[in-house]
């Protein structure tokens, strides 16, 4: 219960990983500062929801490759405004993907079932569902380690360790080490990503103080006098910060894009333009294949490698060549993926003598 929680100066919290994504990015080779500004847009292709209802934060930047922390608006109000009901104000937030330690040259894994998830630098992690009682290695860490640049040379375990390791590291080409002390969650350093930036920047506990030395008859008159005039600010600032982001998204986007003669919907073709210098860059979908899979293995679980006959991605689409007993069971695989945000489509159906023969196609969203 949130009313037994200590009071203290200050508190920190700690989400679960699958309420925070991570999303890797290449900025335009040009007007860097400019482009950082509008993050939401430049990475919409990873995301489910809509840019302007997602807090995106900067996780790490080197040059022009950054790598953004994302996770849903609405979440992370109705979390602060419950904690602030009993009087908490938390001056950071951060979730415990970037808890586990690493360690040099490998990657951090926490077994926990459907709630596992990976480590694999300061500043980036991934979800995934472990059944350590099963001797193939989990699809997504199968997936993760071909696609990773820096590949690790070992990946240290914290929670319940795999029964079949020594069968999970010939596959996988990487050794697998029972961690010594399983108090992850107690880091000795604190990751230098921090949720409560921008909109829910911490207030600097002027509301705790007001709570704690004022009347309560004061402090009441004064939250709700705080909450009407807040409410007419805040429609007031929010109709003004609407305005000026469309107008600053365009002359953004005119600055970016000088070749740009009709600007219809900015951020759109914002979107459109910068896939194409990612194209030109030889980062075709880099930056969103690990937030896609995760999703999908997410909405429909791992694939079986007797069903699973091959997988592409390009150019924003993830491609299952798959065997399916029927096509109702084609279906509802697709209905999974339908109705957790996701675009699926069947395409190419055969029948053969093991089933039916079938590509599934997965894109984020319509666009």
């Given at each position: 219960?949130?009313?037994?929680?200590?009071?203290?100066?200050?508190?920190?919290?700690?989400?679960?990983?699958?309420?925070?994504?991570?999303?890797?990015?290449?900025?335009?080779?040009?007007?860097?500062?400019?482009?950082?500004?509008?993050?939401?847009?430049?990475?919409?292709?990873?995301?489910?929801?809509?840019?302007?209802?997602?807090?995106?934060?900067?996780?790490?930047?080197?040059?022009?490759?950054?790598?953004?922390?994302?996770?849903?608006?609405?979440?992370?109000?109705?979390?602060?405004?419950?904690?602030?009901?009993?009087?908490?104000?938390?001056?950071?937030?951060?979730?415990?993907?970037?808890?586990?330690?690493?360690?040099?040259?490998?990657?951090?894994?926490?077994?926990?079932?459907?709630?596992?998830?990976?480590?694999?630098?300061?500043?980036?992690?991934?979800?995934?569902?472990?059944?350590?009682?099963?001797?193939?290695?989990?699809?997504?860490?199968?997936?993760?380690?071909?696609?990773?640049?820096?590949?690790?040379?070992?990946?240290?375990?914290?929670?319940?360790?795999?029964?079949?390791?020594?069968?999970?590291?010939?596959?996988?080409?990487?050794?697998?080490?029972?961690?010594?002390?399983?108090?992850?969650?107690?880091?000795?350093?604190?990751?230098?990503?921090?949720?409560?930036?921008?909109?829910?920047?911490?207030?600097?506990?002027?509301?705790?103080?007001?709570?704690?030395?004022?009347?309560?008859?004061?402090?009441?008159?004064?939250?709700?006098?705080?909450?009407?005039?807040?409410?007419?600010?805040?429609?007031?600032?929010?109709?003004?910060?609407?305005?000026?982001?469309?107008?600053?998204?365009?002359?953004?986007?005119?600055?970016?894009?000088?070749n740009a003669i009709t600007v219809v919907d900015a951020p759109l073709q914002m979107q459109r333009n910068l896939d194409e210098l990612k194209h030109g860059l030889?980062?075709?979908?880099?930056?969103?294949?690990?937030?896609?899979?995760?999703?999908?293995?997410?909405?429909?679980?791992?694939?079986?490698?007797?069903?699973?006959?091959?997988?592409?991605?390009?150019?924003?689409?993830?491609?299952?060549?798959?065997?399916?007993?029927?096509?109702?069971?084609?279906?509802?695989?697709?209905?999974?993926?339908?109705?957790?945000?996701?675009?699926?489509?069947?395409?190419?159906?055969?029948?053969?003598?093991?089933?039916?023969?079938?590509?599934?196609?997965?894109?984020?969203?319509?666009?």
């Amino acid at each position: 219960m949130l009313t037994e929680l200590p009071q203290c100066d200050e508190t920190e919290v700690v989400i679960t990983a699958s309420m925070v994504g991570f999303i890797a990015a290449q900025l335009p080779s040009n007007n860097h500062s400019k482009v950082l500004n509008a993050l939401p847009f430049l990475v919409e292709a990873g995301l489910i929801s809509a840019p302007e209802e997602t807090h995106v934060v900067l996780a790490s930047q080197i040059d022009a490759q950054v790598t953004v922390a994302v996770i849903q608006k609405k979440w992370i109000k109705r979390l602060l405004d419950q904690l602030a009901s009993v009087e908490i104000f938390p001056i950071r937030m951060f979730p415990e993907t970037l808890l586990p330690p690493l360690v040099e040259d490998g990657w951090s894994m926490v077994c926990q079932g459907e709630s596992s998830f990976v480590r694999v630098n300061a500043n980036q992690g991934f979800t995934l569902n472990v059944d350590v009682n099963h001797a193939e290695a989990p699809f997504v860490l199968t997936l993760a380690l071909t696609q990773a640049i820096h590949r690790p040379t070992s990946i240290m375990i914290y929670g319940e360790y795999p029964t079949f390791s020594s069968d999970w590291a010939k596959q996988l080409n990487v050794t697998f080490i029972n961690a010594s002390q399983q108090e992850w969650l107690i880091a000795n350093s604190k990751p230098s990503v921090n949720l409560l930036q921008g909109d829910f920047a911490p207030s600097g506990g002027i509301s705790r103080k007001l709570v704690a030395f004022k009347p309560l008859s004061i402090t009441l008159a004064c939250l709700l006098a705080l909450q009407v005039g807040f409410s007419l600010v805040d429609y007031a600032i929010n109709a003004h910060k609407n305005r000026q982001l469309d107008q600053e998204m365009v002359a953004q986007f005119k600055a970016t894009f000088p070749n740009a003669i009709t600007v219809v919907d900015a951020p759109l073709q914002m979107q459109r333009n910068l896939d194409e210098l990612k194209h030109g860059l030889g980062q075709n979908g880099q930056s969103d294949f690990l937030p896609l899979l995760s999703l999908v293995t997410t909405s429909i679980g791992g694939i079986s490698s007797e069903r699973l006959r091959s997988m592409e991605y390009q150019n924003g689409k993830l491609i299952f060549n798959i065997t399916m007993p029927d096509i109702e069971q084609a279906q509802a695989m697709q209905q999974r993926l339908i109705a957790s945000g996701l675009m699926a489509a069947i395409e190419k159906q055969q029948a053969t003598s093991q089933g039916l023969e079938l590509q599934l196609v997965i894109t984020a969203s319509a666009s």
